[in-house]
Structures are given as C-alpha cells and as structure tokens.
C-alpha cells in the first residue's frame, strides 16, 4: 500500500509541475533594456515588454486635449526610447524619476499599458542634500 | 546614547557566542553546570536586547538625530505614535525589532520548558541562540542602528516618515509579519533538537503545537493586514497583488499550513514523521530567504526596500541552514521511519497527506514564479518575468482543489472510509453544491471559475455544518442538553477541531471574496465640476472642488455625489496632497492621494483623485467598482476567531 502510495502522490506531484510549466505560456514578459527592443527582439506586434529606466528631464507631456493622455522619453544612460501612456499615473512619477513600464512596442515608439514608480516604500534620502539643516 | 546603544548590542553578540560554546559543552561532557550558566547567559543575551530596543525607541522618541536612522526615519513633526513605529521603517531598526521578538520568545521558551524537556532543550537554545547571533552579528557589523548621523553639521530635523507609512494599520502590520516569521525559529529550533537528540516520536510535535499555531496565525493576520492597508491606502484597488515581497510571506505560511496538519498524523497516529520534519525546516528556510529576496534587491519589487550587503550574508545563512537540515535529516533517518502504513486512499490521514501535497505544490508554483526572473535570466540571458496573470492561473485551480479537500476532509474516517458512508455523507453536500452553481448560472454567471468557487463554497459549508449538527445531535440524545449548550460544550471538549472547522469557513468566506474580482469595474476620467460619469450603474457627479492647507499638507478635495437609479448612495471625498509642500525643494515635496471609498457587503465604490491641472480646474479620476471585497475581511475575523478557540489553554493545564 505504501509502495501505491507513493506512487499516486508522486504523480499528483508531477501533475502539479506540468500544470505550473504550462502556465508560462503566454504570461512571460520579458524584462528587456532599449537596445535589446531596437535591435535583439523580434518584435512581434502585441507583445508584451517590459523595462525600467529613468524619466528624461523635461521630457514629460500632457495633451491639450485629453489629461489622461501623456509622453515622456525613457532614459537609460545614452538610450532614449518616446513612451506613451494613457492613463492616472502614480504619485510619485516626475521628471527623473525611476519607472518601471510595461506594454507594446512598434518600432519606434513604447505603448505603455503599465507604469510603476519605483519609489523606496521607505525614505532612503541623502542627509547631506536634506535642506532641513544649517 | 549611539556608544550605549551600540555597546549593548556588541555585548549580547559575545553572550550569545558563550551560550552556544556553553550548550555544546553540556552535550558533550553532561556537566548540568554548563547548562544552567548557558540558560542564564542565553536570557541575559535576550535582556540586552531588549534594552538596545529601548534604548533605541528612546532615542526616537526624544528626536536625538545624532543617531542616523533616527534622523532618516523621523522629524521632530512625525506624530508620537509613529515616532515609536520607524522602530521597524528602516533596515537596520527592523533587524533590531526582528531580533527583539526572537529574544522575547526565546526567554518565554526557556521559562516556559525550564522542567521539561531536559533532552531537548540544550539543542534548542543552542539553535535559537545561533539565529540570534546571525541577526546580532548584523546589527553589529552590517546594518548597526545606532550608528552616528555621517555629518559635519548638526541637524536640526529629520527626514521624517513617508506619510504612506503614516497610516495605524502600518503600525500593526509589520510587527505581526515579524511575530509570524521569527516566531517559526523556536518549532524550527525543536524540529532540529529533536532530530540531535534523536528524540523523534511525537514528543517534540507537541510542545511546538501551540507555539506553530500562534506563529502560523500571527503570519496570516500579518499578510492580511498588508492587503488590508494596500487595500485602504494605496489607490490601487486591490489587496494582493503577487509581488515578490507578498509572495516571500506567503511561502512560509503555505508550508507552516501544510504543517499544523500533517502533525495531526503524526500526534494521532505516529506517521509522516519525515515529512513533518521536512515541512518544518522547509517553512523556517523559506523565512529566512524571503527576507533574503526582499532584502538583496535581487528581484525587483515594488516594495524595494534598501539594497545592501545584507543580501549575500543571508543567502549565507540560508545555506548553512539548509546544510545542517539536509545532513541531520539523512544522518537519522532511520530512526524517523515510523514503519507504519497508510491503509486506504479514502481516509482522513490520506485526506491530510493530499492536502499537503497541494499546499505545497501551491508553494512551489509560488516559489517557481518568483525566482523565474532570476533563473531565466542565468539560463537565458534575458530576465523573464510573470506577473499576476501567471500567478492567477495557476493558483485559482489549486486553490479550488484544496476548498474542496477542506470540504472532503473532515467527513472521511479515520484508517479507512466505507462506501456506505460516503454516500451517506457527501450526497446532501454536494447536492446543495450544485444547486447553488446552477442558481448562479440561471443569474448569468457564465464563467467557469465564479460558477465552481460558488458550488465548492456551498459544499464546504454544508459538510462543516453537517459535522456541527451531528456533534449537537449526539450531544443533546446523550446529555439532554440544549442545542445551544451542546454547541457550547462540544467545541470546549475538542477546542482545535472545532477551531479548525471555524478557520475552514474562515477560509471560505475568503474565496468569496476573491470570486468578486471576476467582476470588478474600473475606469478613469477627466472631470471638471459638475460632469457626471457612470459605472456598473451608479451615476458619480463631481460636486466641489475644495482647497484646504493643513498642518503638514496641502490639499485638494473633490467631492463625488454618488447615486443609483436616483437614489442618493453616498458621497466620496478623495483628496490629493502635497506632504511638505512648504518646501523650498521641489525634490522634497511629495504628492500622495488619500482615496476615498463606499463598502457594503455586495461591493465598495472605490475612488482616487489621480491628478489635478490647477489652471484648468480639470481633475482626473478613476473609479472601481470591487465586489464582495467585505468577504475577504470578514474571513480574516473568522480565521482569528476559529485559531483562537484552537488554541484556548484547556482548563486541564497545558
């Protein structure tokens, strides 16, 4: 009995890591850096990206027309990518801060579906650039 | 105070060496001298500790921004309360309170077994006493909380607490976590004395019985209240959301859950007394390395705590843990064969034993989602990541096979179930199961997931009643008593089956719950004064547009009439601030929306002031509509209440 035991369990656990295995498909997002979208990706029209860099100084802008609607460049060091995004976005998202997006590239410009801040959910300041002292 | 706070710490960290050099030494030579010093220095070590917390709370409570992370973490503005909770906001201070509820418990462990237990307890301090002297040696050498600000100037206030933080469920909300993952140290740290001590029958299992519950609990209430203040606080309209810092306390709980009952085997029955062993280790492992994951930044989380050096150095010590685990485990297995046999699939133990193995594949999965950016990336170069999606589906069908197991369950006998009695137990439940899937079918519930967690939900519920009816029913022939009396007096006769069942419908509310995010709405707009969206049939008017200057913040108030059909529902006031808006730094000021939300038991109206263009007077807003989101807390309560029951002291004694 022990023996079928075994057994049974063994294959229930085998089920559940093909069931896992089978659930990658089609959920993965590659976390990727603008050089890979522009040169090493096949882009394949609706698929999914996924990178994090800096928000270009001054790079951010509001339509006239519809205030959910906004661009900005993605800056990771030299390379520079137009991102789009058309929808709230969070608190701390301004010029030069650290974002993470997601969405679909068209070979010349990032449709972003998924904008992050990554803001420390702790303050990590710099005690010397704090403006509170003598 | 810096030297004084500092000098405690080096201190414990030299007691907490001699301890373990003490221990060793009784093992080795049976000396009783060495113990008792090694239990009284080992209780210093705990008192110290718990005087450098003091000191440090001290220090942050008198603002004494000589000291770095009492300058980082608070400003002489920060409100009392929270002065005393960036006890546990920074790195360094964390370490200090982890290591605080470690000492706590481990000074309650040794008074609590100073009779008992004589085998076990050497092996016991000893390890608890290696746990402490990792995190002492990190407080000491990597991330010391009392170090000096780094200066040439003197400060006249401190940065002061994120006002996210500035919320009382983040007051909570940590030190429950903290009381869930240290508090698996001391069933870990039985776990490996009794395998040194080769005491391995069901000695050990029970005195940690308790003490697992109590851990297992303070963890989930823990992870619940973060979903709770995610929920509440952050505008993002829901309450879990699969990142890895989530995922990292999650793992533990699914293995300590798979354990509080696989030890019931081995209590009742003396079996899979290997796979305890394993279970327990592996839960205590998992702790630790979810802090490692959430404190070496080497997966991105929107939690991103600071990066430091503490990363390679709990890696380390997850490796030495899991070293001396796999060899004590091999090393004595022999002697944890219990050499008895399961009898029949259709039993309670089997029913218990495929009940672990789903939680644990559940973890797995869990674990296989969080590292894959990780692995992915070794293997291919490339970092892949899975987001909610994956984590969804593979966890709902899981999930719903372990609801119907917790439904299953406690209706199988013990050794064998006959057929008779299946039938005889489980016809009604699952009749009530399907009836109710097909009336939500009929409501127009097409998909498949809702229409399943609704008929699982029913079945789960009818068994659980079915086994309370039928204690009263035995009760009330047996005793003559009153149904009420007989309820009364069967859950006090058997406190942690009955807490159990409890915990179970706990959990059922729960997946009602989660059936409601099949159906939630959101969208956003822009709106100036006096426009009027609609949304799953509510009509939302912008009424007001306030301005308003507060002690700390500046803020903007939109009022939001809401009505259905006409009728009057509420009306919502989201704000937007500006936390320092006095700031002559632009950097420094920081915005922070304050949502504003309706619950009823059916569905929340949930809204969030996304921005404002202050020129045009045009804001924009999103709202959502989140179903049956009340469920979740109200399982939450209901898991509180059944653990409690469970573990209520019996008047018998301990």
């Given at each position: 009995m022990n023996k079928k035991f075994a057994a049974v369990i063994i294959s229930v656990a085998l089920l559940m890591m093909v069931w896992v295995g089978l659930g990658f498909e089609g959920n993965e997002l590659p976390y990727v850096t603008i050089q890979d979208l522009t040169t090493k990706e096949t882009v394949k029209p609706g698929k999914r990206f996924r990178l994090g860099g800096n928000v270009k100084e001054g790079s951010i802008i509001r339509s006239e027309t519809d205030p959910l609607a906004l661009s900005f460049v993605l800056l990771q060091e030299e390379q520079q990518l137009p991102v789009s995004y058309h929808k709230i976005v969070p608190d701390m998202f301004k010029d030069g801060s650290e974002v993470i997006v997601e969405g679909i590239f068209n070979g010349e410009r990032f449709y972003a579906d998924n904008l992050m801040t990554k803001c420390a959910s702790r303050y990590e300041g710099d005690l010397r650039k704090s403006d509170t002292s003598i | 105070m810096p030297t004084y706070g500092a000098a405690l710490l080096s201190l414990s960290l030299g007691l907490c060496f001699l301890t373990v050099v003490l221990m060793g030494l009784f093992v080795r030579k049976g000396d009783e001298r060495y113990f008792f010093v090694g239990q009284r220095t080992c209780l210093t070590v705990c008192f110290l500790v718990v005087l450098a917390t003091i000191t440090l709370l001290a220090g942050l409570m008198k603002s004494d921004f000589n000291v770095d992370y009492v300058a980082k973490y608070t400003s002489i503005g920060t409100p009392t309360i929270y002065k005393f909770t960036a006890l546990w906001a920074g790195q360094s201070g964390s370490l200090l309170f982890w290591l605080f509820v470690l000492s706590c418990y481990v000074a309650v462990v040794i008074v609590q077994n100073r009779n008992r237990h004589e085998k076990l307890m050497p092996y016991v301090i000893m390890t608890l006493s290696v746990i402490q002297g990792f995190f002492l040696l990190m407080v000491n050498f990597v991330a010391n909380p009392f170090a000096p600000v780094e200066t040439d100037f003197i400060l006249q206030d401190g940065l002061g607490l994120n006002p996210l933080l500035q919320n009382p469920t983040m007051a909570i909300h940590p030190p429950m976590l903290y009381l869930g993952y240290v508090g698996f140290s001391v069933p870990f740290a039985f776990a490996i004395a009794a395998l040194c001590s080769r005491q391995l029958d069901a000695v050990w299992v029970r005195s940690i019985r308790r003490w697992t519950l109590f851990t297992w609990l303070a963890l989930g209430i823990g992870i619940l209240l973060g979903g709770w203040w995610a929920y509440n606080e952050l505008g993002w309209g829901g309450y879990w959301a699969w990142d890895p810092v989530e995922n990292a306390s999650f793992m533990p709980w699914l293995t300590g859950t798979a354990f509080i009952h696989s030890i019931i085997i081995q209590e009742k029955k003396n079996m899979l007394r290997v796979w305890n062993m394993i279970l327990i280790l592996v839960t205590f492992l998992l702790c630790i390395f979810g802090t490692f994951l959430t404190r070496s930044g080497i997966v991105s989380s929107v939690h991103s705590f600071t990066q430091s050096s503490l990363g390679p150095m709990f890696f380390g010590f997850v490796l030495l843990i899991l070293a001396v685990s796999i060899y004590l485990v091999l090393s004595r297995l022999d002697d944890l064969k219990s050499g008895k046999r399961m009898e029949s699939?259709?039993?309670?133990?089997?029913?218990?034993?495929?009940?672990?193995?789903?939680?644990?594949?559940?973890?797995?999965?869990?674990?296989?989602?969080?590292?894959?950016?990780?692995?992915?990336?070794?293997?291919?170069?490339?970092?892949?990541?899975?987001?909610?999606?994956?984590?969804?589906?593979?966890?709902?069908?899981?999930?719903?096979?372990?609801?119907?197991?917790?439904?299953?369950?406690?209706?199988?006998?013990?050794?064998?179930?006959?057929?008779?009695?299946?039938?005889?137990?489980?016809?009604?439940?699952?009749?009530?199961?399907?009836?109710?899937?097909?009336?939500?079918?009929?409501?127009?519930?097409?998909?498949?997931?809702?229409?399943?967690?609704?008929?699982?939900?029913?079945?789960?519920?009818?068994?659980?009643?079915?086994?309370?009816?039928?204690?009263?029913?035995?009760?009330?022939?047996?005793?003559?008593?009153?149904?009420?009396?007989?309820?009364?007096?069967?859950?006090?006769?058997?406190?942690?089956?009955?807490?159990?069942?409890?915990?179970?419908?706990?959990?059922?509310?729960?997946?009602?719950?989660?059936?409601?995010?099949?159906?939630?709405?959101?969208?956003?707009?822009?709106?100036?004064?006096?426009?009027?969206?609609?949304?799953?049939?509510?009509?939302?008017?912008?009424?007001?547009?306030?301005?308003?200057?507060?002690?700390?913040?500046?803020?903007?108030?939109?009022?939001?009439?809401?009505?259905?059909?006409?009728?009057?529902?509420?009306?919502?006031?989201?704000?937007?601030?500006?936390?320092?808006?006095?700031?002559?730094?632009?950097?420094?000021?920081?915005?922070?929306?304050?949502?504003?939300?309706?619950?009823?038991?059916?569905?929340?109206?949930?809204?969030?002031?996304?921005?404002?263009?202050?020129?045009?007077?045009?804001?924009?807003?999103?709202?959502?509509?989140?179903?049956?989101?009340?469920?979740?807390?109200?399982?939450?309560?209901?898991?509180?209440?059944?653990?409690?029951?469970?573990?209520?002291?019996?008047?018998r004694g301990l």
């Open positions: - | 699939f259709v039993s309670r133990e089997s029913g218990f034993l495929f009940n672990n193995v789903v939680f644990v594949s559940i973890c797995f999965a869990v674990l296989w989602g969080t590292m894959f950016p990780i692995i992915s990336e070794a293997v291919t170069g490339t970092q892949i990541t899975v987001g909610a999606p994956f984590f969804n589906q593979i966890t709902i069908p899981i999930g719903l096979l372990l609801l119907t197991l917790s439904g299953i369950g406690p209706l199988l006998a013990w050794r064998r179930t006959s057929r008779e009695s299946l039938t005889r137990n489980f016809s009604i439940p699952v009749l009530i199961g399907l009836v109710m899937a097909g009336v939500v079918m009929i409501a127009g519930v097409r998909s498949i997931y809702p229409v399943m967690t609704v008929a699982l939900t029913a079945f789960v519920t009818s068994t659980i009643s079915t086994e309370f009816w039928r204690g009263i029913t035995v009760r009330r022939r047996k005793f003559n008593e009153s149904s009420l009396q007989a309820l009364f007096r069967m859950i006090s006769k058997n406190r942690s089956r009955y807490g159990g069942y409890i915990v179970h419908i706990g959990i059922v509310f729960m997946f009602v719950g989660f059936i409601g995010k099949a159906f939630d709405k959101d969208r956003e707009w822009a709106m100036s004064v006096g426009d009027e969206v609609r949304i799953a049939g509510y009509d939302i008017r912008l009424t007001a547009l306030d301005e308003e200057e507060r002690s700390n913040h500046y803020a903007w108030i939109a009022t939001l009439d809401v009505t259905k059909k006409g009728e009057t529902v509420t009306s919502l006031q989201p704000e937007k601030r500006i936390y320092f808006h006095k700031n002559p730094n632009p950097d420094r000021r920081q915005p922070h929306s304050e949502l504003s939300l309706h619950s009823t038991w059916r569905e929340d109206v949930y809204s969030v002031f996304g921005g404002i263009d202050p020129e045009k007077e045009l804001l924009t807003i999103k709202i959502m509509v989140n179903r049956l989101v009340r469920f979740v807390w109200l399982g939450g309560y209901v898991l509180l209440f059944g653990t409690v029951i469970a573990l209520w002291p019996d008047r």
